[in-house]
């Protein structure tokens, strides 16, 4: 596609509810990021694909944040149990090669947990 | 660890004015900086990316610079217009000891440029 697509928008849940957020790279972009941002801030680093794998998941807050990218594109992160806490702005951004450096985000998520 | 601040953290000018954004990193070991624009309720525009080697870039009206050594990167307008109006932000990128590498972001500086 011709930029970053993030589904869904927006997202309304209940504390405790699971939640799939999903991010569909720039066409042939091999690297993939998940950024979350809360209100006020800037983007805090979660996890890093590169290809399939993911090479850097030192950002995921807990063990309830998992991500998935099985076939080297479109990619899932997934939030168990959800907490108020969570409530952010989940930004997914892909690059054509990791180290162009040159990174280009979607429009983000809204995770909101009631 | 690596910290990003940007001063200031909002910044008001009338219309037709130069302005200055800056932005100061505590670790000068980044492979590059990238400067982005956010409008409310939107995801990151990538603006000016500035490799570790490199002193500046400059693309239409926007102008950045980077010290390395100091640790400080300047975001200059120029001309500033009502449609300028928005977050901008700074990131640095590191090479992680994994070998990945990921983007380390300020705050931002909220601008609004008054017509």
């Known amino acids: 596609g011709a930029g970053v697509s993030q589904t869904p928008s927006n997202k309304v849940t209940e504390k405790g509810k699971y939640v799939e957020l999903r991010c569909d790279p720039i066409?042939?972009?091999?690297?993939l990021y998940w950024y979350r941002q809360s209100l006020g801030q800037g983007p805090e680093f979660l996890i890093y694909f590169q290809g399939t794998g993911a090479a850097d998941d030192s950002g995921l807050p807990n063990d309830r944040f998992f991500a998935v990218r099985p076939e080297g594109s479109v990619s899932t992160l997934k939030i168990q149990r959800t907490e108020r806490g969570d409530s952010a702005v989940y930004l997914c951004?892909?690059?054509?090669?990791?180290?162009?450096?040159?990174?280009?985000f979607g429009e983000g998520s809204r995770l909101t947990v009631l | 660890k690596q910290e990003v601040t940007q001063i200031p953290a909002a910044l008001s000018v009338p219309e037709g004015e130069n302005l200055v954004l800056n932005c100061s990193f505590t670790?000068?070991?980044?492979?590059?900086l990238q400067w982005f624009r956010q409008d409310p309720g939107k995801g990151l525009t990538s603006l000016l990316l500035?490799?570790?080697?490199?002193r500046e870039q400059t693309s239409g009206r926007l102008n950045a610079s980077l010290d390395k050594s100091s640790g400080r990167s300047t975001l200059y307008i120029a001309a500033s217009q009502p449609g300028d109006s928005a977050t901008y932000l700074c990131a640095v990128g590191l090479i992680t000891q994994g070998g990945s590498e990921k983007l380390v972001f300020g705050k931002g500086t909220k601008l609004t440029v008054n017509p």
């Open positions: 500035i490799q570790s080697s490199q």
């Open positions: 670790d000068s070991a980044i492979y590059n």
């Open positions: 066409s042939g972009h091999t690297a």
């Open positions: 951004a892909s690059s054509l090669i990791a180290d162009t450096g040159e990174l280009f």
